[in-house]
């Protein structure tokens, strides 16, 4: 299969495209404009494939819904401001059990922010975002090739499980070249039938796809079944990488633009003789919970890095409770940290902790 | 054997309405029913209702059905109707829904000249929340929130969506109409028939205004409140063809 150079919006578009994805509405806002530019052009020399230019994030998102409701794989992209417009139709969408894609290339904030990098909005897409205690599936890839399978990837879970998914990646992630290969496209045609879109009652019962449930028996009833496919989520779709943890004293805990900073970080160390790893959530939610707790039997501290002041700190402390110190290194603003100042974070706290005995 | 001459129609749900005595909703959901019928295509036939008093319309109308976020339905059905263009979309809404916090995706489906069938109830006050103003209320006109009448200089002045909708180069067909006498329901049918032909005649946006009455919330009798639509509400909003560029009559 043959390598392309490809910037990380455009490897997103095609990603999509190859999923068959057949349906994209967005707003223009920076640093993701590259995506609905790349969907445009794709999408305009495409049998079947719809896209718009909303008036609005609200709009962008409300017709994704529509398409969605019709059964056609639909996706939307903004960054965080167009994403924190866009909760009301996430939340209905998780209410309605409404699969679509949801692409987040994160800026700083909070209000306008700026464009630069940053992790900002873990808490927003991790904890739903919008009203209702409703979850949606994060996932946060962190090179080019992993910006194709996630992509893919998040088709796949938003169907299965009827649920939006967010893609959750910044600036970097977005504008960053990378050689990347693609799978064959998907037939959208192929795909499984979805036995509850809205298509016409022809020869059966009229549908309805509502979130509305007056009845506190019925509404009680929704939100429990939402909780049972939440639990099974959690159960089957945790996805993390580990690297070098085997005979690791600390690890570093990073996801995305972050986590490849990291990586280089733990190689640096690693040539000085300090056994550090790195451990990569890459669904933030379903959180790798189990999985980091499990390290906690021989690893005794934990590095948290993060792109904004602490966040998925949070979870890390939640999933290693008393089993393991846990510490923080931040840098909100779109601040890129280099692999060598998280080297000397990781460092100071080997010589701290006398870890290298 | 008799002939039967009036039933229920094939789009109507055999629920009981939950509208108040006198409302108009009733009547309008079974007009939009019965030009589903006799255009033969309630098997292809979107629908999306509002947040509002008419967010039940899918316990009424029998065809697909999906709920949208207060004042998105048309976004909603743009969305419905650009991913499976060969289904009849239309979108039933409030006049709170359509002209207020949905104005934007309107204006906007309008101007793109989305092929939707959009039905716009305005009664002139937001009646599912107890009556508070709406974007469409009169001039002096009392609501919950505009205590001894609406004031132009505080709340603002009676918003013509349909004129406003009129502008847009996407939109082909726009009237208003009412539902307080037989003859005024004959024409409203017709009208939103059209509404349903155009798009099926793949011309562009198209909107039926039906100016409804809300007894309960203008704390009128039914007849009343007819009343009131005929001698007040149409001074300001009147009836008739506001756009045709259809070109193809009726």
Same mark, same amino acid.
């Given at each position: 299969?043959? /390598?392309?150079?490809?910037?990380?919006?455009?490897?997103?578009?095609?990603?999509?495209?190859?999923?068959?994805?057949?349906?994209?509405?967005?707003?223009?806002?920076?640093?993701?404009?590259?995506?609905?530019?790349?969907?445009?052009?794709?999408?305009?020399?495409?049998?079947?494939?719809?896209?718009?230019?909303?008036?609005?994030?609200?709009?962008?998102?409300?017709?994704?819904?529509?398409?969605?409701?019709?059964?056609?794989?639909?996706?939307?992209?903004?960054?965080?401001?167009?994403?924190?417009? /866009?909760?009301?139709?996430?939340?209905?969408?998780?209410?309605?059990?409404?699969?679509?894609?949801?692409? @987040?290339?994160?800026?700083?904030?909070?209000?306008?922010?700026?464009?630069?990098?940053?992790?900002?909005?873990?808490?927003?897409?991790?904890?739903?975002?919008?009203?209702?205690?409703?979850?949606?599936?994060?996932?946060?890839?962190?090179?080019?090739?992993?910006?194709?399978?996630?992509?893919? /990837?998040?088709?796949?879970?938003?169907?299965?499980?009827?649920?939006?998914?967010?893609?959750?990646?910044?600036?970097?992630?977005?504008?960053?070249?990378?050689?990347?290969?693609?799978?064959?496209?998907?037939?959208?045609?192929?795909?499984?039938?979805?036995?509850?879109?809205?298509?016409?009652?022809?020869?059966?019962?009229?549908?309805?796809?509502?979130?509305?449930?007056?009845?506190?028996?019925?509404?009680?009833?929704?939100?429990?079944?939402?909780?049972?496919?939440?639990?099974?989520?959690?159960?089957?779709?945790?996805?993390?990488?580990?690297?070098?943890?085997?005979?690791?004293?600390?690890?570093?805990?990073?996801?995305?633009?972050?986590?490849?900073?990291?990586?280089?970080?733990?190689?640096?160390?690693?040539?000085?003789?300090?056994?550090?790893?790195?451990?990569?959530?890459?669904?933030?939610?379903?959180?790798?919970?189990?999985?980091?707790?499990?390290?906690?039997?021989?690893?005794?501290?934990?590095?948290? %890095?993060?792109?904004? %002041?602490?966040?998925?700190?949070?979870?890390?402390?939640?999933?290693?409770?008393?089993?393991?110190?846990?510490?923080?290194?931040?840098?909100?603003?779109?601040?890129?940290?280099?692999?060598?100042?998280?080297?000397?974070?990781?460092?100071?706290?080997?010589?701290?902790? /006398?870890?290298?005995? | 054997?008799?002939?039967?001459? %009036?039933?229920?129609?094939?789009?109507?749900?055999?629920?009981?309405?939950?509208?108040?005595?006198?409302?108009?909703?009733?009547?309008?959901?079974?007009?939009?029913?019965?030009?589903?019928?006799?255009?033969?295509?309630?098997?292809?036939?979107?629908?999306?209702?509002?947040?509002?008093?008419?967010?039940?319309?899918?316990?009424?109308?029998?065809?697909?059905?999906?709920?949208?976020?207060?004042?998105?339905?048309?976004?909603?059905?743009?969305?419905?109707?650009?991913?499976?263009?060969?289904?009849?979309?239309?979108?039933?809404?409030?006049?709170?829904?359509?002209?207020?916090?949905?104005?934007?995706?309107?204006?906007?489906?309008? @101007?793109?000249?989305?092929?939707?069938?959009?039905?716009?109830?305005?009664?002139?006050?937001?009646?599912?929340?107890?009556?508070?103003?709406?974007?469409?209320?009169?001039?002096?006109?009392?609501?919950?929130?505009?205590?001894?009448?609406?004031?132009?200089?505080?709340?603002?002045?009676?918003?013509?969506?349909?004129?406003?909708?009129?502008?847009?180069?996407?939109?082909?067909?726009?009237?208003?109409?009412?539902?307080?006498?037989?003859?005024?329901?004959?024409?409203?049918?017709?009208?939103?028939?059209?509404? %349903?032909?155009?798009?099926?005649?793949?011309?562009?946006?198209?909107?039926?205004?039906?100016?409804?009455?809300?007894?309960?919330?203008?704390?009128?009798?039914?007849?009343?409140?007819?009343?009131?639509?005929?001698?007040?509400?149409?001074?300001?909003?009147?009836?008739?063809?506001?756009?045709?560029?259809?070109?193809?009559?009726?």
């Amino acid at each position: 299969m043959t /390598k392309q150079l490809m910037r990380g919006s455009h490897v997103i578009g095609e990603a999509a495209t190859r999923a068959g994805c057949r349906f994209y509405a967005g707003y223009p806002i920076t640093p993701q404009n590259e995506l609905p530019e790349y969907m445009s052009e794709r999408f305009a020399k495409l049998e079947g494939a719809t896209f718009i230019q909303a008036e609005s994030e609200l709009a962008a998102i409300n017709m994704v819904m529509g398409a969605s409701m019709a059964g056609v794989r639909a996706m939307t992209s903004s960054s965080s401001p167009g994403i924190s417009l /866009k909760q009301e139709g996430i939340s209905y969408m998780a209410g309605m059990e409404l699969p679509a894609v949801v692409v @987040n290339i994160m800026r700083g904030g909070p209000g306008l922010g700026n464009i630069a990098p940053t992790q900002q909005d873990y808490f927003q897409a991790t904890r739903g975002g919008g009203h209702g205690g409703y979850r949606t599936i994060v996932l946060a890839p962190y090179s080019g090739q992993e910006l194709v399978t996630l992509t893919m /990837k998040a088709f796949d879970l938003a169907d299965v499980y009827r649920t939006p998914v967010i893609l959750l990646g910044d600036g970097l992630m977005g504008q960053m070249m990378e050689p990347v290969t693609f799978p064959d496209p998907i037939d959208p045609d192929t795909l499984p039938q979805k036995d509850w879109r809205l298509d016409g009652a022809r020869d059966r019962d009229s549908r309805l796809i509502a979130s509305l449930h007056l009845d506190p028996a019925q509404m009680e009833q929704h939100n429990w079944k939402l909780a049972r496919k939440y639990a099974a989520i959690c159960e089957r779709e945790t996805k993390r990488e580990s690297y070098l943890l085997d005979d690791a004293v600390l690890a570093v805990v990073a996801f995305g633009t972050a986590a490849r900073i990291a990586k280089g970080a733990v190689n640096r160390v690693r040539k000085a003789g300090l056994r550090a790893g790195l451990f990569r959530p890459i669904t933030l939610w379903p959180f790798p919970e189990k999985e980091l707790r499990a390290l906690t039997r021989t690893i005794k501290h934990v590095l948290v %890095f993060e792109m904004n %002041f602490g966040q998925m700190v949070e979870d890390v402390r939640i999933s290693v409770g008393e089993q393991a110190t846990v510490h923080f290194h931040g840098r909100p603003g779109g601040i890129i940290s280099t692999p060598h100042e998280i080297a000397d974070a990781i460092t100071k706290l080997f010589y701290r902790y /006398k870890l290298d005995n | 054997m008799a002939k039967q001459v %009036f039933k229920r129609p094939d789009a109507i749900k055999e629920n009981v309405f939950h509208y108040c005595p006198g409302c108009g909703h009733s009547i309008i959901h079974r007009l939009v029913a019965e030009v589903i019928d006799e255009l033969g295509i309630r098997d292809k036939t979107v629908g999306v209702p509002p947040a509002g008093c008419a967010v039940l319309a899918y316990n009424y109308i029998n065809v697909d059905m999906g709920e949208a976020p207060h004042g998105r339905a048309i976004a909603v059905a743009t969305g419905i109707k650009r991913a499976r263009p060969e289904l009849i979309v239309f979108t039933y809404q409030g006049d709170g829904d359509i002209a207020a916090i949905g104005t934007a995706e309107t204006i906007h489906a309008a @101007n793109r000249g989305e092929r939707l069938s959009v039905i716009f109830v305005n009664n002139g006050v937001y009646g599912m929340t107890g009556g508070q103003m709406a974007p469409t209320t009169l001039l002096g006109q009392t609501t919950t929130t505009t205590p001894g009448g609406r004031l132009p200089l505080r709340d603002g002045f009676p918003l013509d969506l349909s004129q406003m909708l009129a502008v847009a180069n996407g939109s082909v067909y726009i009237e208003r109409t009412a539902v307080t006498s037989p003859k005024n329901i004959i024409k409203a049918k017709k009208a939103i028939k059209k509404a %349903f032909q155009v798009q099926m005649d793949d011309l562009g946006f198209a909107l039926v205004e039906v100016l409804s009455q809300c007894p309960t919330n203008w704390k009128l009798s039914p007849v009343e409140a007819c009343r009131r639509v005929e001698e007040e509400v149409m001074q300001n909003y009147p009836l008739g063809i506001i756009k045709d560029t259809t070109h193809k009559g009726d």
